[in-house]
């Protein structure tokens, strides 16, 4: 019966939901501190700080060398990639997940190594990939950073690590942990030849690569606000049955406590860089 039933669609329905709004996502995002909305095109030409709260996004590797390097830079290692030495299954391969990380992301894995100029010195610069299956530290990243380090060491030259990492890849088990040993040893020899590294933490560096290069610094210098930490809170409190500290893992909690050297703003990081580099090689 017509008068009771509606034959007609209502005009609600008329326009499908989703193309009932503006569209503006992908112009503006959400600060995650303080709400704000700011305009991406602001944010990307703030280095990516919101400049309402100061609060440092997260940076993709390649923003970070066009941050910290001036033009191009030679990238090294680019076609080393996990072989996936134990078969590893989770919720899915281990394989699967390469493959789309590396499809996604146009890079092998989780790190880039590269040399550059940072205020006209040339330097070996190394820069994590965070949406790289967290940021982790396999086979492939551990030979990468040795790698960059055995160069440093070959053409004496200053090396500098940005990291932004989950910590060891779990799906490569004790390969991954062997990692920690196998650039710390190089960073021993770095240290033998006199020759400096900087080692940069943001947000987050945890795991074991917090473990290992890290915190192996000449100097260690973290982002504000940056979460650095070896266990999360929750295994810790879990373990020691204690409530912890206010801010606890925080890049100003551990500079208080004498884990860092500096914590630095995004805006002012390359010129600190370079006036430390400056001092160590004078
Ligand atoms: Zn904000």
């Given at each position: 019966m017509a008068w009771f039933k509606r034959e007609r669609k209502p005009i609600d329905q008329a326009t499908p939901p989703d193309e009932r709004r503006v569209r503006t996502e992908g112009l503006w995002t959400k600060c995650e501190n303080c709400r704000a909305i700011v305009w991406k095109k602001d944010l990307e030409a703030?280095?990516?700080?919101?400049?309402?709260?100061?609060?440092?996004?997260?940076?993709?590797?390649?923003?970070?060398?066009?941050?910290?390097?001036?033009?191009?830079?030679?990238?090294?290692?680019?076609?080393?990639?996990?072989?996936?030495?134990?078969?590893?299954?989770?919720?899915?391969?281990?394989?699967?997940?390469?493959?789309?990380?590396?499809?996604?992301?146009?890079?092998?894995?989780?790190?880039?190594?590269?040399?550059?100029?940072?205020?006209?010195?040339?330097?070996?610069?190394?820069?994590?990939?965070?949406?790289?299956?967290?940021?982790?530290?396999?086979?492939?990243?551990g030979e990468k950073v040795t790698r960059a380090i055995e160069r440093s060491i070959e053409k004496r030259l200053p090396l500098v690590i940005v990291s932004c990492s989950g910590g060891a890849r779990m799906m490569e088990g004790a390969i991954s942990l062997m990692q920690l040993a196998k650039v710390s040893a190089a960073l021993a020899r770095l240290d033998e030849v006199r020759l400096p590294f900087v080692s940069i933490l943001t947000d987050p560096t945890t795991g074991g690569v917090t473990a290992s290069y890290a915190m192996l610094g000449d100097l260690n210098i973290a982002e504000p606000g940056a979460l650095i930490g070896f266990a999360g809170p929750r295994v810790i409190e879990q373990t020691i049955r204690q409530k912890l500290p206010e801010g606890f893992q925080t890049a100003e909690f551990l500079l208080e406590h004498g884990f860092l050297?500096?914590?630095?703003?995004?805006?002012?990081?390359?010129?600190?860089?370079?006036?430390?580099?400056?001092?160590?090689?004078?």
């Open positions: 703030n280095h990516y700080v919101c400049p309402k709260c100061q609060h440092h996004f997260r940076m993709n590797a390649k923003q970070r060398l066009e941050l910290l390097l001036e033009g191009r830079w030679i990238e090294h290692d680019a076609g080393l990639a996990s072989s996936d030495p134990l078969h590893f299954v989770d919720t899915k391969p281990y394989a699967a997940r390469l493959k789309d990380a590396r499809k996604k992301l146009g890079m092998n894995d989780a790190i880039l190594t590269v040399e550059g100029l940072l205020n006209g010195r040339p330097v070996i610069c190394c820069s994590m990939e965070f949406n790289f299956i967290g940021g982790s530290m396999g086979a492939v990243v050297d500096a914590v630095v703003h995004r805006k002012d990081l390359k010129t600190y860089l370079a006036a430390s580099l400056d001092f160590f090689m004078a």
